[in-house]
């Protein structure tokens, strides 16, 4: 069987989020991905949060599916096998996806001298070159500003790094993109793709950019309420609180029959002179009006009769949990969700872990893969991609530029490195 992307090889030196994420999905996706770390691990290996052993749960989440080379990129000798590694030869090699300042070990143009066709995807903070990570740049665009409750005007960060998601995601599309265009042309490039751009596109795609634009200011909080639309948080009798969002006119109706609220809102509606059933923007304005009628419904009843009432009216609900009750709860979020498979992965656990989230119909799924340990491969990559005999090999391993695989807890602090792995055959001719 033939993988989606298995005539592609990617390089990834990176760390964090963005770039690891891009280097992930292509390797979900059949490429085969070579990550490239310091030895010992990058500024990424100890990243909370971490296993009972000390191993970081966050870098073994990004890194599953690639190939492990451990270099000493300190070194300008080791600087010089990750670009070889990353612009060796191949129709579908010379791609490269890192967020390493421009001007680097890696710059483009240095890479570029080694392969004329090389593409390297670069993220960034700043299209400058100024440092950013996802909550800097929520905070340079004020969305800490209208998150949290209407009354409280202190900002409040969110947990989520959506920009560093889309980031990564936009990475792994737009290498894609420049490799395809190769195909056609034989060129190469560099591709700059920083944090602040993607987040400040998002807004404008959002039509939130547009909105300051319009109206000279900058949103208003809306604590829990869903912004334009009929949404919030509401507790049922039983003192379980969910989340009930009616967007269509359809599921607004269906929430007024669920609850039995029709005669509370028509007499609402005849007192404002208006109709709530075709406009979701009024019944978010008049969201004030509505929350009242809406939350003495929902907290006369449990929510065993509110649930299969409100799924019958289709409405959009659910129930605040948290992550560890829901899966125990919800097996289709993991234990019966083919996305999913449990791996056994170098901090010594075993856990479930996804594969690409998307299915293809016309072919099977194909199934995660576990998470190398640093340096896992780097004697077989320095072979097979640089054509390096166990002799040249060796020598790098003597020299400390290169290292074969790190315990799990090679790299936390106070614990002490495992010697480096030699080849046995010396004396081949360096090439």
Known sequence: MYELLDDLRVTEISAFVAAPLAGLQLAQLGAEVIRIDQIGGGPDFGRWPLAPGGASLFWEGLNRGKRSVALDLSRPEGQEIARAVATAPGP????????LPVAGFLAHDRLAALRPDQITLRVMGW???RNAVDYTINASLGLPMITGPEDDPRPVNHVLPAWDLITGTTAALALLAAERQRRRDGTGGEIRLPLSDIAVSTLANLGMLAETAVTGHDRARA???????FGRDYVAACGARIMLVALTARQW???VRALDIGAGVAALEARLGLSFDRDEGLRFRHHAALDPIVARAVAARPLAELAPALEAAQVCWDRYRGLSEAVAEDARL?????????LAQPSGATYPAPGFAASFTARPRRPPRPTRPIGADTDRVLAEVLGLGEGQIGRLHDQGLARGPTAPDAALPG???????RSAARGARRR
Do not use: E, I, K
Not at 223 to 229: D, Q, R, S, V
């Open 415 to 421: 614990t002490a490195s495992p010697a480096p792995s």
């Open 223 to 229: 604590g829990n309420h869903l912004f334009g639309a």
């Open 92 to 99: 579908g090699a010379g791609l490269l996806v890192t967020n």
């Open 253 to 255: 109706r269906g929430l």
């Open 334 to 342: 993991v234990a019966a969700n083919p996305v999913f498979a449990d």
């Open 127 to 129: 299209p400058d070159g």
